[in-house]
């Protein structure tokens, strides 16, 4: 099974902050459910693993520069070969009829 997981931070909340939110959310989710669950496990375990060895002051300084300008910023989480992933997107806001 492969999971990805899209995290879109704001001028508001980091990568980091949206990034723990959705550890927790989903950790809180796989404690109430009281049965295995492996889609949510490997989620938390993908979450985790990003948690721990991303660099957040470059990630933050990459996707802050692009939000201030009114783009939409998404990074995308993956595990490939075993090893967790990330991509950043970015993409322009319409905001004008013309545009």
């Known amino acids: 099974m492969t999971i990805r997981i899209e995290l879109t931070p704001t001028l508001s909340h980091c990568i980091e902050t949206i990034a723990k939110r959705e550890y927790w959310k989903s950790v809180d989710e796989y404690l109430k459910k009281r049965k295995e669950d492996k889609k949510l496990e490997e989620k938390i375990e993908l979450l985790r693993a990003f948690l721990e060895t ?46």
């Open 54 to 99: 991303a660099d957040f002051g470059n990630l933050r300084g990459q996707s802050e520069k692009h939000i201030v300008n009114g783009e939409r910023v998404k990074f995308t989480l993956s595990i490939k070969n075993g090893k967790p992933l990330y991509e950043m997107n970015v993409e322009k806001i319409s905001h004008g009829k013309n545009e």
